[in-house]
């Protein structure tokens, strides 16, 4: 009797470790899985982070452009204000976010009323 039942425990406990392997293959095949998601998030993620900073800098130039528009309508209005010509050719510096203007040459006559 004591030998029959260690010949079936055999059996039954071959049976175990089949099943155990195949359960830490199984939760081995569920982290690569879970590892390799990750990084495709990561990769996601870098990827809008860049688009990010170039949309940014994309807007400090508009808004740059806004601010050299401006700046240039309003020397236009204060110079018809004060009666001088309007300057043709500004150009402009940039200094961080903003912009000076730059006036290459002296108008040659004032405005006539």
């Known amino acids: 009797m004591n030998y029959s039942s260690q010949r079936r425990s055999k059996p039954a406990s071959l049976k175990w470790h089949i099943i155990l392997l195949m359960l830490i293959f199984g939760f081995v095949v569920l982290k690569v899985s879970q590892i390799n998601s990750q990084a495709e998030d990561t ?4 990827k809008l982070e860049h688009q990010k900073s170039l949309i940014q800098e994309d807007i400090n130039d508009i808004k740059w452009e806004v601010s050299s528009v401006r700046s240039l309508a309003a020397i236009t209005a204060r110079a018809s204000e004060l009666k001088l010509m309007a300057p043709k050719e500004v150009s402009f ?3 961080g976010l903003s912009a000076v203007a730059v ?5 040659e006559a004032p405005l006539t009323p």
């Open 43 to 46: 990769f996601a993620i870098q």
């Open 93 to 95: 510096l940039k200094i």
């Open 103 to 107: 006036v290459d040459g002296m108008p």
